[in-house]
């Protein structure tokens, strides 16, 4: 059974940096495909940036440059750096996997979250002005 935990949220000031962290069990991780989504109040989920099967990793615009995804494939751990955090950062964080065709597709973060079929429960990150 495939499990995502996320941990790593929590609340800071604009201009600073968190680390939120997914930990993956139940499957072939190297096989998946993994991205991390974030729903704020009163707003749709929105992908926020992915990494395809074969490592390459993609952003959603308001991120680019602030935000680094990466995975440590020995701890099957993927995990998101947040810089420079800002108020509309505010959000439930969440980690999603598949491991369909699309995979292996460069833009893992423009995929919607119905291309992902396991989340995790997700991890609030709070940015105060």
């Known amino acids: 059974q495939v499990q995502l935990v996320e941990s790593g949220g929590g609340s800071v000031q604009a201009g600073g940096s968190l680390r939120l962290s997914c930990a993956a069990s139940g499957y072939t991780y190297l096989q998946y495909c993994m991205a991390w989504f974030r729903q704020a109040p009163g707003k749709e989920r929105e992908g926020v940036a992915g990494?395809?099967?074969?490592?390459?990793?993609s952003y959603a615009e308001p991120v680019k440059g602030r935000f680094t995804i990466s995975r440590d494939n020995a701890e099957n751990t993927l995990y998101l750096q947040m810089n420079s955090l800002k108020p509309e950062d505010t959000a439930m964080y969440y980690c999603a996997a598949d491991l369909r065709w699309w995979c292996v597709r460069p833009d893992i973060a423009t995929m919607s979250q119905a291309a992902f079929t396991y989340w995790g429960q997700g991890t609030q990150v709070t940015v105060s002005s």
């Open positions: 990494i395809s099967r074969g490592g390459t990793a």
